[in-house]
């Protein structure tokens, strides 16, 4: 009886032996090139929503601290934000360098804090798509081995599938070819990181980063999109802006990402394709990609440009704010649970009405249920049984402490909030709550402890102002 082994990962090098040409051009690819560890940042002095910064020896320093750059994500084409890591804990830098200005600045999503915020967890679902073999703590929300990642940028076996086996007998087991995948299969290998939608539900019982090439993406997750198309262009919104296209619609699956992109090479083929279906179309000596897909602002990018893949006939059409359409389904299962945790996520007061229906009722569900449950002894019952199934669940954690602290269970809100640190150390509202029950000796240690990691938080440092020495 033959058995058949699990392959697992092994890292980009162990390809280059065999496939040299190939690993070589693709190092020098924007997906080769989407992490890494610094060696050095522009240096700089500025000012980012309101804040002054200054960029030297690899740190970033302000007038409550510093903090220094040990990772970068993203290729460079259009800028580099930067991770910063502290007792294997990793967090985001609030600022980004932009390539296409050549400054600095905030990075997407801090242009509305005054404050230096160093407090966002890096979790798996932001490293998942900028590097390969993630070394992730369990038990916690952000820490990771060191070095976090093992291997730099997309590998290999993102696009190719785990390469245990074929490294050990190329002839008895075939990496994948994504190329040569049913269609479904085939787009899900870029989906998987060029496919955001206004909501992505993972299914119950699987985790999104189980995902290997050649399975299907609608069995790991489901993707809610708004109805009729969003206006708003957003770095990963390629997928479903190709799919909106007249050229993908009359194409249909002869139409891919592999049409116009060549991954190994980063070779742009778009203009023999758009010329296969327009050899009469006007203007054939220039480029069509330059009209039709316009590089233009991504509201969730900061000073970044993107190309629009929806290829637009009229090339100067008007852009809006998000619309106020209700979501659909892009890709997956349409379920009470999916769209009961997808409006919970965009805060539509319809969720409840499907989370109650939603089977199964597994931690996602409950989770917010508790949150939308006016009664705090339901409620504490729901977070109560998140925990059960999923101790590290900080929202939980710090949550139910509050209901236990409401309650007058102080040393069992306490204890919540206690755990909640482990599991990432700059939750404000665990250290806030716990500066609050604890003896002033010790609501002093996790007050500071807590700024060792965010010193910018002001809210933190006053209640430290209220709590004198001993």
């Known amino acids: 009886m033959l058995f058949l082994a699990a392959a697992f990962f092994v890292g980009s090098q162990q390809c280059h032996?065999?496939?040299?040409?190939?690993?070589?051009?693709?190092?020098?690819?924007?997906?080769?090139?989407?992490?890494?560890?610094?060696?050095?940042?522009?240096?700089?002095?500025?000012?980012?929503?309101?804040?002054?910064y200054r960029v030297t020896a690899n740190r970033l320093v302000f007038d409550q601290g510093s903090a220094p750059f040990d990772y970068y994500i993203g290729s460079g084409s259009h800028g580099h934000?930067?991770?910063?890591?502290?007792?294997?804990?990793?967090?985001?830098?609030?600022?980004?360098?932009?390539?296409?200005t050549g400054t600095w600045d905030a990075s997407p999503g801090y242009e509305h804090y005054s404050k230096p915020r160093l407090d966002r967890p890096v979790d798996t679902t932001c490293l998942w798509c900028h590097a390969s073999q993630v070394r992730f703590v369990r038990g916690t929300q952000n820490r990771y081995a060191d070095p976090p990642f093992a291997d730099n940028g997309v590998g290999c076996e993102r696009c190719h599938g785990p390469g245990s086996e074929h490294v050990r007998n190329p002839a008895a087991a075939r990496m994948v070819n994504p190329a040569k995948l049913a269609p479904e299969r085939r787009d899900s290998v870029c989906a998987q990181c060029h496919l955001t939608g206004v909501s992505r539900v993972t299914r119950a019982g699987r985790t999104f980063e189980d995902f290997r090439a050649g399975d299907r993406l609608a069995d790991y997750a489901t993707y809610f999109v708004r109805e009729g198309g969003n206006p708003n262009l957003r770095v990963?919104?390629?997928?479903?802006?190709?799919a909106a296209s007249?050229?993908?619609?009359?194409?249909?699956?002869?139409?891919?990402?592999?049409?116009?992109?060549?991954?190994?090479?980063?070779?742009?083929?778009?203009?023999?394709?758009?010329?296969?279906?327009?050899?009469?179309?006007?203007?054939?000596?220039?480029?069509?990609?330059?009209?039709?897909?316009?590089?233009?602002?991504?509201?969730?990018?900061?000073?970044?440009?993107?190309?629009?893949?929806?290829?637009p006939r009229d090339p100067t059409h008007l852009r809006a704010k998000d619309a106020p359409s209700r979501i659909a389904v892009f890709l997956g299962i349409d379920d009470d649970r999916a769209r009961g945790i997808a409006y919970a996520e965009a805060g539509d007061p319809k969720a409840r009405e499907f989370l109650l229906k939603a089977q199964p009722v597994d931690s996602e569900v409950r989770l917010r249920l508790a949150a939308l449950d006016p009664d705090p002894t339901r409620a504490a019952a729901l977070y109560s049984?998140?925990?059960?199934?999923?101790?590290?669940?900080?929202?939980?954690?710090?949550?139910?402490?509050?209901?236990?602290?409401?309650?007058?269970?102080?040393s069992d809100a306490a204890a919540l909030w206690k755990r909640a640190l482990e599991t990432n150390p700059a939750l404000e509202g665990a250290a806030l709550n716990l500066s609050r029950v604890l003896p002033r000796a010790e609501a002093r240690a996790v007050l500071e402890r807590y700024l060792s990691f965010n010193p910018g938080s002001a809210a933190v440092r006053k209640r430290l102002e209220e709590l004198p020495r001993p």
């Open 385 to 410: 049984a998140v925990l059960s199934s999923d101790p590290a669940n900080t929202t939980a954690l710090v949550n139910l402490g509050a209901l236990y602290g409401a309650a007058g269970r102080t």
């Open 17 to 52: 032996g065999c496939h040299t040409a190939i690993a070589e051009a693709y190092a020098r690819t924007a997906m080769a090139l989407s992490s890494g560890p610094v060696e050095s940042v522009p240096r700089g002095e500025f000012t980012a929503s309101g804040q002054h």
């Open 81 to 100: 934000s930067y991770l910063f890591a502290r007792e294997g804990y990793l967090f985001e830098l609030p600022v980004t360098w932009y390539a296409r």
């Open 246 to 311: 007249g050229c993908k619609r009359a194409a249909g699956d002869a139409l891919w990402c592999g049409t116009c992109h060549d991954p190994h090479t980063g070779a742009n083929r778009t203009q023999a394709a758009c010329l296969s279906c327009h050899a009469q179309a006007h203007h054939t000596d220039e480029s069509c990609a330059g009209c039709h897909m316009p590089k233009s602002a991504a509201v969730d990018a900061g000073h970044g440009v993107f190309t629009d893949h929806s290829i």
């Open 236 to 242: 990963t919104s390629h997928v479903e802006r190709l």
